[in-house]
């Protein structure tokens, strides 16, 4: 995954994210940024309040704080990621060079998201 920053004020982070297809940001509630997307490429797989959808270029979508959610690339995809408010702990998570992902479970919590159990098939 590459994530590069456009743009951030006290208020908000504008994102470029690039990633592979079955990439996927597994299940969260994000408790302190609004946050919406963009795809510009490819196919976007959101599940939000335990409803999917598939997301193609051109499409947007909120993600309004405080909802579980799941994120996974159908495809190849590049996306706008805009969420705010972004303080401090959000800008840690997205700072080049990205987190281990053995610290990632740490830094999420720190920027006040918490990861949920994986649906069961």
Known sequence: MQVELIAATDDYVLLDVRTPAGATLPPHVASREDVVVLVLVGELEVTLAGVAQTLIAGQALA????????????????????????????MNLVRPPLPDPEDLAVLLTAAGMVRLPAPRA
């Open 63 to 90: 993600l309004p704080r405080d909802v579980a959610r799941t994120l996974r690339a159908l495809t190849d995809l590049r996306l706008l990621c805009l969420a705010t408010p972004a303080d401090e702990r959000f």
